[in-house]
């Protein structure tokens, strides 16, 4: 039997995980005891992580591509797949120029993977169209950190959650969505029953439940309780005025925003009591550890980054960040969304938190990669302007990675009319469970999970080196190599000479030297050993490869959180404090359209059940797609329990089961996004009815607001 040691391919947790093949090939795991996010634990979905590679049943083994899109698909070589590939970009980048080509890659992508799509995009074809299914879930907490602490920088860690006493958990359900963290302030409370929970969300989730306040409030006004609470800790005298002095700006014109509404008014607008957030606001004004925890629910808005800048201020104003248990922490959704960031993997960024507007940031990596070109002042395409542009014909070719667009997407009947009208569209995946595949030029078969090495970063800035345990099924190939491979079609062999992804790796550590993205420090052989480390480990690190955490465990050497001395990134060193008004700007609802739908995960399942979707056993959890509805709502319209009923918005509609619950607020519904085509049919995608609304600076969607309307389903 053989052991590995690896790391969980679902959620930005990172947990860590002990692989055992048996000589017949079947594969067993459990969690890593020895991991330290994790301690051994894992949630369902890890558990059942080894019928995801055993299943082979589905998988995409050779390349394949048709001659027009009404021919079937073909098997052909890849050096096939990769020259046809080659030649229709290099007569776009031709004829059109080099904007006229796209990579839209995924945060479940390997950090090699991700370097690699960058340099040749960016660095050699000349453009910044590549974004990332990141910038659905998180891009909204980048701008955040960045214009408050100066970086896409997460100050805190896991460790931070047995040090704090008021858990703030706003726009996230980290029961279902983040398990193992959950366990971790679950198994903290318990052993502490002082400690505080409060959960912010419209809807009374498993983490609204196990709470001990839930502030159910009207979808979009995150911002109103905010500022409501900020007030509150103004006026309770619970701020930190020599703390804001020395690192901080910007608190006048805060004070002067968050003095504009008093407790009452904030209470009506968010439709919850006046007392449940005078009680919020002494909890955290009297907490010695105050951890906010955030994610779609703040993020995936049209106001995503004042909603950040809201939360993040509670921080600045009480001082409480770069201690222990204290900061603002936003979770990742995906396992390498983070890694996705350090190596530049968005049309605006480059490599170690570099900016492609910074004209001195684009001449360090021109002549760190010895472009031939020019690389592009302006940022690329961002994830929902790609599918804009492809409608357009402004983009001509989008290559896709590892993500199912066709399923994910925000207002995807739109995105399927691109796809199905681009002049090329390649499909790089593991199989053909993404029904992006079925409208795919060249299709490319991937390596999966456990078939391929390489670093993920989770949540908490922790790398982790992924080794591979088996060999991919058929012709599948490691993305890095499928990329490398085709850079070298299209000329860049030179700068693209690599044999393993430890090299490429290599090449990235050392464009992050004196960045705040240090990892020179890291390596794999480093890795392989310490399991783990957390940035930023420059080279002068290695030397202190062990550190001990409060319990005199060892744990592996790194950065446990960022600006314990308050020296923040910004130009001057200080966090700014930003004065952000209150108001959303989503969808209005109508008479048309008098329902707010929000849309998210269920316990089981994994974003478009491409993985998840194999696994009979997570099946159970929620079979069938549904539509949460308040009993009240769905009295008026006649709705009873299990009906079927549409929902119909102003760009789609949706037929599911109506589930009956007071877990919704009246007025607000709730559709789960990961069904498709493949598991079920295009008339159950949650997408379907959300809108392309983007926040301005994020260019993240807004999945959590759309205007519907619901009505018994009638045989025509
Ligand atoms: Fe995997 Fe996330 Fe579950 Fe951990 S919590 S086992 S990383 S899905």
Redesign the pocket.
Known sequence: MSVHQT?????????G?VVRQEPNGRLTVE?DKQHPS?RG???????NLPYTVMDQSDRLLYPQMRLGRSMPLQRVSWDAALERTAAVFRTLIQKYGPDSVAFYVSGQSLTEEYYLVNKLIKGFIGSNNIDTNSRLCMSSAVVGYKLSLGEDAVPVCYDDIEEADVFYVQGANPAWC????WRRIEAHKTANPHVKIICVDPRRTDTARSSDLHLPIRPGTDIVLNNAIGRLLIENGHIDPDFMLDHTDGFPAYREQVLQRTTGEAADLCGIEPNAIRQAAAWIGRSKGFLSLWTMGLNQSVVGVNKNLSLINLHLITGRIGKPGNGPFSLTGQ?NAMGGREVGGLANALPAHREVTNAAHRAELEAFWNSPVRMAPQPGLTATEMFEALADDKLKAIWIINTNPLVSMPDVNAVEKALKTARFVVVQDVSNRADTVALADVVLPAAAWLEKEGTMTNAERRIAYLPKVLDAPGEALPDAEIIWRFAHKMGFGDSFRYTKPAEVYQEYTQITAGTNVDVTGVNYELLRKNRTIQWPFPKKEIANNEVKNPENRVIPPGTQRLFTDHRFYTANQRAQIHAVPDGNASEPTDEDFPLVLTTGRIRDQ?HTMTKTGRVAKLGQHSPQPFLQIHPDDAAQRGIREGQLVDVRGRRGEVRVRAQLTDDVRPGLCFLPMHWGKILASNQVRANNLTNALIDPRSKEPDFKFSAVEVVPYRKP
Do not use: A, E, Q
Not at 7 to 14: A, P, R, S
Not at 41 to 47: D, E, P, R, W
Not at 178 to 181: A, C, Q, S, T
């Open positions: 790391t969980c391919c679902y959620c930005g947790v990172g947990c995980i969690g994790n634990m894992l949630c369902s979905k890890g558990l983040h398990p193992i963290l396992p994994w």
